[in-house]
């Protein structure tokens, strides 16, 4: 017969092994999802890539649920984006739409794939001009990493550098302090994360447009770059793309139009630089386009 402590440590010693069995079953954790994310090619509006404190949207979804509804990731100093909580589900890929800048009303209701973009009518200020350029990634059927996953944004929306060049009877002084103004465009339309495809919003007023860095001042012997964030559209031509006003009646000519002479299409995700030379004789200006991908 066992004694009363005999029985109290075999007691005892069951209880432990318990414990220590139990601590060996492997325990399933759920694992969260990080990302990361970079701009392809050239750059966003004002910076070579994000910036610390940028605010991306986000939309994940697995084969069965919404994980993610339009949850903003923040750009650390680290280079990573601070999200909410958001874990990989236990079996199945997933889909990541990501745009920018990151809007409270986020994509449409009905189509999760689909942001309504609304770029700013004067660009004069560097953050409505940035704010302009939506930007968009997606990385579709990603299965359980422990990497972060890397999203690359492309840029929806189409950049027009604009060059002043001075034309005979003018000088490079003349033009100093010029508004130009890109009159009657579309400022609304709807992007496709996972296409790319850009379709305008066709019950929107157009409105002109002025561009960042207008009124420019002689640096180095040279007016800098006017730029403006526009809707990705075909031009036809004989129409007025660009209103010039120098402010001054040296010539006794201040005002400029520029008319196109043939049709221009504005691509998705393009940059175009327009030199245009005023003519004071005619009252009119001439151009040189040269595009490339951004």
């Given at each position: 017969m066992k004694t009363y402590t005999q029985i109290c440590l075999f007691i005892t010693v069951i209880a432990l092994t318990a414990v220590s069995c139990s601590k060996e079953i492997p325990q399933d954790t759920p694992r969260l999802i990080n990302v990361t994310a970079s701009i392809a090619s050239y750059a966003k509006a004002s910076a070579v890539d994000f910036e610390e404190g940028d605010n991306i949207g986000l939309y994940?979804?697995?084969?069965?649920?919404?994980?993610?509804?339009?949850?903003?990731?923040?750009?650390?100093?680290?280079?990573?984006f601070d999200t909410q909580r958001v874990y990989w589900p236990e079996t199945g890929s997933i889909d990541i739409?990501?745009?920018?800048?990151w809007y409270s009303w986020g994509t449409e209701y009905d189509n999760p794939q689909v942001i309504f973009h609304t770029i700013q009518t004067d660009q004069s200020d560097a953050l409505d001009f940035t704010y302009s350029d939506l930007m968009t990634a997606c990385a579709m059927s990603v299965t359980?990493?422990?990497?972060?996953?890397?999203?690359v944004f492309k840029h929806a929306m189409s950049l027009v550098n604009i060059k002043l060049i001075p034309g005979e009877g003018l000088t490079l002084e003349d033009l100093e302090y010029a508004k130009v103004t890109i009159p009657s465009m579309p400022t609304q339309c709807y992007a496709n994360i996972v296409t790319g495809e850009i379709s305008e919003y066709l019950y929107g007023q157009p409105s002109d447009i002025t561009p960042y860095g207008n009124s420019p001042v002689i640096v180095n012997g040279e007016l800098p770059l006017m730029s403006a964030i526009i809707v990705p559209q075909t031009i036809p031509a004989g129409t007025e793309l660009l209103k010039i006003s120098t402010g001054n009646m040296i010539t006794g000519v201040d005002n400029f139009s520029y008319?196109?002479?043939?049709?221009?299409?504005?691509?998705?995700?393009?940059?175009?630089?327009?030199?245009?030379?005023?003519?004071?004789?005619?009252?009119?200006?001439?151009a040189q386009l040269s595009a490339s991908p951004r």
């Open positions: 994940i979804f697995s084969q069965d649920e919404t994980l993610a509804e339009n949850i903003i990731g923040t750009k650390q100093s680290d280079g990573s739409m990501a745009y920018y800048p359980d990493t422990d990497e972060p996953v890397h999203l008319i196109t002479t043939e049709d221009i299409t504005f691509e998705s995700g393009f940059r175009y630089q327009l030199a245009i030379t005023l003519i004071p004789a005619t009252v009119s200006a001439t």
